[in-house]
DNA sequence: CATCAATATAGCGTTTTCGCTATATATGTC
DNA sequence: GACATATATAGCGAAAACGCTATATTGATG
């Protein structure tokens, strides 16, 4: 069992850490935590020219980490699952643990010696 | 602050879960849970080639995500840091939550119809 | 239908990942 | 030092990711 047409958890799993495996668009969807956003205020957070931003959203989008909606001429992305949800929780206590020094970033990249 | 170096946890976190963003790779990590394992346990336990085993490993290495140890003609790799077992937990968390029926492929892949 | 604003896509060069085969290195033993 | 076992690395071609610029599409409005 834990199977479904040959894809295996594993795989599924992979592919949406894969794809969170960057930063902005680790950023992207810590933003999209708060609720749907269309692709302007998007990219006016993050800070990206709009190409980028709306490569990075479809990209998600295709790996099922973000689904869209629209409403006139916008498009408004948000978390598409919760199991993205999670994930991010998880990630979010990570880093209050970070923070509150109970981890060291030297646990992480021991090249750097002080605490995120 | 909740930088080090101009390294922000955004491009801390996305590199780990860019390096676990693989499907054997996570195998692998998830078999390191119960303990350390040298390369040749490893190697049949996900049932890999060598190299490509050999590959993994160091790559993980190199991404922070294991450690290893040598122990004569044998080298023994762990788990690194307190964010991947982190990390792994919130997947089986998240894989137990699928497998309970509690959220359906279909939340990550639609292409696919039935639970994990 | 002309135009504007919002968003997506094409095309391109560079870099990284990936899996593979062949070969090298390291350690222990005789 | 010869040899065996365990592990790592080199080198390669294919594929994917990345960031960029330029251009296309889509929807609303006059």
Redesign the pocket.
Known sequence: MNEVNHISFFEVASKVLKALG?P?RLRIVEYLQTGER???EIQREIGL????T??H???MQRHNILT?R?E????YYFLASDLIRKLLECMHSCKLSLDSGDMQVGDIFPETKRSI
């Open positions: 960057h902005e269309n692709v302007g020219s709009q190409p980028i709306s490569q959203l479809r990209y869209s629209r006139g001429t916008r498009l």
